[in-house]
C-alpha cells in the first residue's frame, strides 16, 4: 500500500515537472520582441530671405527737426552660418551748426555679408553675428547759410569784429562718397518668423568727392564726418523672414578617440 502511494506522489510530480516546461517554453516563445529603436528625424534648417526696416531712422524724424529717412534691411542665408546681407536707404537732413546751416540730400546702398557665431537648439534661428558692408552713396549737399566776422565795425575809434551771417543757397550735386564697414549685432525672434535686431558699425571713409570751397560734413548712410575718416553708427531693426526651402542639417561629427 505504502508503494502505491510513492509511486503514485512520484508519477504526479513527474507529470507536474513536465507541464511545467512545457508552460515555460511556451511562455518564452511568446514574448514580445523588444520594440525597435525610434531614429528621429534628422533636423533641417529654414533657408529664405528676411526683410526690415530701421526704426532708428524712423523714429528719428518724429524727434529730429528736419530729418527724414528711411533705410530697409534684408539677408539671404547662404549656409548654415552665413548669410548675403544688404541695407538701402534715403535721407534728407538739415544741420545747423555754430558756423554753419547745410541740408545733405541722397541715397545709398551697403552689401556685404554676415557670419552667425550663435550656435542655435532645437528649432531656434537667433543669431549674434559679426559682418562687413562696402557702401556707396550718391547725394547733393546746399549750402542754406554761413556766418563770417566782420572787423569793419568800429564803436569810438575802437574796430570790433561783427558776426555776419550769409545766406548763400547754393546746391552742390553729382557727389558721392565710398566706404567701408564693420558690423556687430544681434537678431531675435519674437514672434513666429518675426526678428528685432541691433546693431553697431565702425565705418571708414575711402573716398568722397568734395564741393569747391566746402566739405562734406554729413554722407547720407555715412553719417557726421567731422572725426576724419573714422565714423560710427548703429540701427534697430524689425524684419519679417520668409521661408523659401529646407535644408538638412550634417549631424556632429563624433570625436576620434
Not at 514672434?191 to 562734406?216: E, W
Not at 560710427?232 to 563624433?254: D, M, Q, R, W
Amino acid at each position: 500500500m505504502k508503494t502505491q502511494s510513492i509511486l503514485k506522489y512520484i508519477i504526479s510530480l513527474s507529470i507536474m515537472l513536465a507541464a511545467g516546461q512545457v508552460f515555460g517554453q511556451v511562455a518564452t516563445d511568446t514574448v514580445a520582441p523588444p520594440a525597435e529603436t525610434v531614429v528621429p528625424a534628422a533636423k533641417a534648417d529654414r533657408y529664405g530671405l528676411r526683410l526690415g526696416v530701421d526704426l532708428n531712422k524712423i523714429a528719428k524724424g518724429f524727434y529730429t527737426d528736419d530729418y527724414r529717412g528711411l533705410e530697409i534691411v534684408g539677408d539671404y542665408r547662404l549656409s548654415k552660418k552665413l548669410y548675403a546681407a544688404a541695407e538701402i536707404g534715403n535721407e534728407e537732413y538739415t544741420i545747423d551748426d555754430r558756423q554753419v546751416n547745410f541740408t545733405t540730400t541722397g541715397s545709398y546702398l551697403k552689401v556685404g555679408f554676415d557670419f552667425n557665431a550663435y550656435e542655435n537648439w532645437l528649432d531656434m534661428e537667433n543669431m549674434i553675428y559679426v559682418g562687413f558692408r562696402y557702401s556707396v552713396a550718391s547725394f547733393s549737399q546746399t549750402l542754406n547759410s554761413y556766418k563770417i566776422y566782420d572787423n569793419r565795425l568800429i564803436v569810438d575809434g575802437v574796430r570790433y569784429l561783427d558776426e555776419v551771417t550769409v545766406i548763400s543757397g547754393r546746391e552742390y550735386s553729382s557727389l558721392n562718397a565710398h566706404w567701408a564697414e564693420v558690423v556687430g549685432g544681434v537678431k531675435a525672434e519674437v514672434f513666429d518668423n518675426l526678428f528685432l535686431g541691433f546693431s553697431v558699425r565702425l565705418n571708414l571713409l575711402f573716398t568722397d568727392k568734395k564741393p569747391d570751397n566746402f566739405d562734406n560734413l554729413h554722407i547720407p548712410g555715412y553719417n557726421r564726418t567731422y572725426a576724419g575718416s573714422f565714423g560710427a553708427g548703429f540701427n534697430y531693426t524689425v524684419s519679417y523672414f520668409i521661408p523659401l526651402y529646407k535644408k538638412a542639417a550634417k549631424p556632429a561629427e563624433k570625436a576620434t578617440p
